[in-house]
């Protein structure tokens, strides 16, 4: 019995059913694989071109080595070559992204979803599970409507917490801890960041491509960098590089909540990630030597909205947009600074609502990631983004649910002498 028809949860029916095992596949919506329908953008970014290892280094020490048995098991290769026996053909995008080759995410849900059906397969839509008791050998999951269903052998892969809309509401937390099972408290991960200084809203609907930022506390430390493409918001910032570094802004929050101080951090944004500090230093000299004397937006070649260079100078304390030849070397030199870290105070995440992840979720501990058997309980498997594992954008998490789906698949059909 598996509980939740996402990404996991269907990757492991069809595992499980075509090998023959007889399975039941129980899902709280009226349809199965809602979040694949409405990940990356309707596109599904279903997985990375990055090979295991350098995928798993994505999710974080504990995370890649909790990860490492099922990413060698079923690689993001691996995961390319199932959809394309299923007719799905992919292809590569930037940022070492993979995509079905139609870019409807529909075709990877329906891809699953048939190969489910045809393995035999039983879905059973607009069932939720309300809970879940150890009975003798069996598992008995009470549901909100009709009779408890016992199974030898149970899969709870029911998600996180965040995107509600999509059927998850954080259900399966509470289960894992009625089995006193530790759970790592839930917080949203991959979501935009909460910025309440107006000089921010006000460059809403600007988007770096190439940018470089770095999560500082307010301590100074850096806690995380990446380079990624960037947006202002009219609430703050948004795009994969503000978005990555989300989860540790509100997994600290959440565990400062008992705290009289939430903390908070700085995202400082290297505009120009592709120099450095010197060649543009360099670059601002060379053009205060052309002639004209161009203002600074023109003199950086218009790389930059006018909006945005007009930001960073006053950010730098100095006139907006000046002419170049106008800039002294004491500007000059708070312009590089500011170019190459652009502040922004971060007071936290637009939260679950918004989150593509949950980070938080079942202790790694509890789970032996070779199997993804819970420890204390055989024939009890969790996997998928109900575990505390979360990466980045990137076709990270799907890798993550399908790798693990299929471990549990395998150990499960081994278990039961089915394989
Ligand atoms: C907007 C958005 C875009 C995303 N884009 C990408 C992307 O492009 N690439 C990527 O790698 N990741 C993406 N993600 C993340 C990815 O969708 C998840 O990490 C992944 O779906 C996790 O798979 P899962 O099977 O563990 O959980 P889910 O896919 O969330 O499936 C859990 C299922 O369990 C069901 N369920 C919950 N509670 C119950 C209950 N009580 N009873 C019965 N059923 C229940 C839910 O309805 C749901 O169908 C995106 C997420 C969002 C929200």
Redesign the pocket.
């Given at each position: 019995m598996i509980?939740?028809?996402?990404?996991?949860?269907m990757w492991a029916a069809q595992a499980c059913a075509r090998a023959g095992a007889s399975v039941l596949l129980?899902?709280?919506?009226k349809r199965t694989g809602?979040?694949?329908l409405?990940?990356?953008g309707t596109r599904?970014?279903?997985t990375t071109t990055l090979d295991s290892n350098k995928a798993g280094r994505l999710f974080g020490p504990a995370g890649e080595r909790f990860l490492r048995p099922a990413l060698r098991n079923l690689t993001p290769q691996g995961v390319v070559d199932q959809f394309e026996a299923w007719g799905v053909p992919c292809v590569t995008a930037d940022l070492e992204k993979i995509f079905p080759e139609s870019q409807k995410a529909k075709d990877v849900r329906d891809a699953m979803e048939l190969a489910a059906r045809q393995a035999g397969v039983e879905i059973r839509p607009n069932?939720?599970?309300m809970g879940i008791e150890r009975v003798l050998d069996r598992y008995r999951l009470t549901l909100e409507e009709g009779e408890p269903i016992e199974a030898l052998t149970l899969m709870l892969?029911?998600?996180?917490q965040?995107?509600p809309g999509?059927?998850?509401?954080g259900?399966?937390y509470a289960w894992l801890r009625s089995l006193d099972l530790k759970v790592a408290p839930p917080y949203p991960a991959l979501a935009p960041l909460r910025s309440s200084e107006a000089w921010v809203h006000e460059l809403s609907g600007i988007a770096l491509q190439d940018a470089e930022v770095r999560l500082l506390n307010s301590a100074g430390k850096e806690l995380m960098r990446r380079r990624r493409p960037v947006m202002f918001t009219h609430k703050g910032l948004s795009g994969p590089a503000a978005m990555d570094v989300s989860g540790i802004v509100a997994r600290e929050q959440e565990r400062a909540r008992f705290d009289s101080r939430v903390p908070h951090f700085t995202l400082s944004i290297d505009l120009c990630a592709d120099q450095t500090w010197e060649q543009l230093r360099d670059e601002l000299i060379e053009a205060s030597r052309a002639s004209g004397s161009p203002r600074l937006a023109r003199a950086l070649g218009s790389r930059f909205p006018r909006r945005l260079v007009e930001a960073v100078c006053a950010q730098a304390g100095v006139p907006p947009n000046p002419p170049i030849a106008q800039v002294s070397k004491a500007m000059r030199h708070k312009l590089v600074e500011t170019f190459k870290g652009l502040c922004v105070l971060v007071e936290g995440t637009l939260g679950f609502d918004v989150a593509?992840?949950t980070g938080g979720g079942l202790d790694l501990k509890e789970v032996n990631p070779r199997t993804m058997e819970v420890n204390r309980y055989p024939g009890l498997y969790v996997f998928?983004?109900?575990l505390d594992v979360d990466g980045p954008i990137g076709?990270?998490?799907?890798?993550a649910?399908f790798s693990t789906a299929q471990l549990a698949a395998q150990h499960a059909l081994s278990s039961s002498g089915i394989q």
């Open positions: 509980v939740g028809a996402g990404a996991a949860g129980l899902e709280k919506t809602t979040k694949i409405a990940s990356g599904c970014n279903l069932t939720r599970v892969c029911s998600g996180g965040s995107f999509s059927g998850t509401t259900d399966g593509e992840v998928g983004e109900l076709g990270f998490n799907f890798q649910a």
